[in-house]
């Protein structure tokens, strides 16, 4: 079952490198005032279907990955 | 000199003292002591808050830490050990839902949680704060993002720096 990030995303690109196939992908980073966020999404090329990125409850600090029903 | 001296650890004595306005009276982790993970021990007087400012978010800005903390405020009266003799203000999660409480607390932070703003609203006698974080070294990363732009604009951001996370 592959994954998607959700618009509860928080852009702190902390998942990145956390991925262990690399599947969480850094879009083109956006300006919220003087922020700089980091959007992502999930390649579902690459994305193995692990499930590690929804293994611990806040391993997404906004438990924005869910799974694609 | 003992063979066992290393292990009366007495904060500014016989370890490093930190960068930190607060009153810290202990301080371990991984640096003093291989293998012991993060603790942190500071008195919280009349007056603390006012470091942190009053406006609305004002304190210890959103945040989470790679490994689970454990955030003690101990009240300072024996005779009365649960009245924490002050009023504390704690916002959990990414939706920052507000709390408030006024006696001695242990507030649990699984990992990676969003926590904080933390600050005291009033203490009229001081008590402990004493934070356990179960992993060998301090880690910290801000999610500025949450507050409004307004409390963003009011606080001093080289005071929060990242750590610990790349």
Same mark, same amino acid.
């Given at each position: 079952m592959p994954y998607k990030v959700t +618009?509860?995303?928080?852009?702190?690109? &902390?998942c990145i490198k956390r991925c262990p196939e690399g599947a969480i992908i850094a879009d083109e980073k956006e300006k919220m005032d003087e922020l700089i966020l980091q959007p992502v999404h999930i390649d579902v090329e690459i994305?193995? +279907?692990?499930?590690v990125c929804v293994s611990e409850e806040y391993w997404c600090p906004a438990q924005a990955i869910v799974e694609i029903q | 000199m003992g063979k066992y001296d290393k292990y009366f650890v007495k904060y500014g004595i016989n370890t490093p003292k930190v960068d930190d306005l607060r009153p810290i009276v202990a301080r371990m982790d991984n640096s003093v002591a291989k293998g012991c993970n993060f603790y942190l021990v500071h008195w919280v007087a009349p007056g603390f808050g006012d470091i942190l400012g +009053? &406006?609305? &978010?004002?304190?210890?800005p959103p945040h989470i830490h790679k490994s689970a903390e454990l955030l003690m405020h101990i009240g300072g009266d024996p005779d009365n050990p649960m009245d924490l003799n002050a009023e504390v203000e704690m916002y959990m999660g990414p939706e920052l839902e507000r709390h408030t409480f006024t006696e001695s607390t242990i507030i649990y932070i699984p990992p990676n949680f969003i926590h904080s703003p933390w600050r005291p609203l009033r203490v009229d006698k001081p008590f402990l704060f004493i934070e356990i974080n179960q992993g060998p070294e301090h880690t910290e990363k801000f999610y500025p993002q949450l507050l409004p732009k307004e409390a963003r604009e009011k606080i001093d951001w080289s005071m929060w720096p990242d750590k610990g996370f790349d």
């Open positions: +618009d509860s995303c928080l852009k702190c690109g &902390y994305c193995t +279907d692990c499930g | +009053d &406006y609305e &978010y004002a304190g210890h």
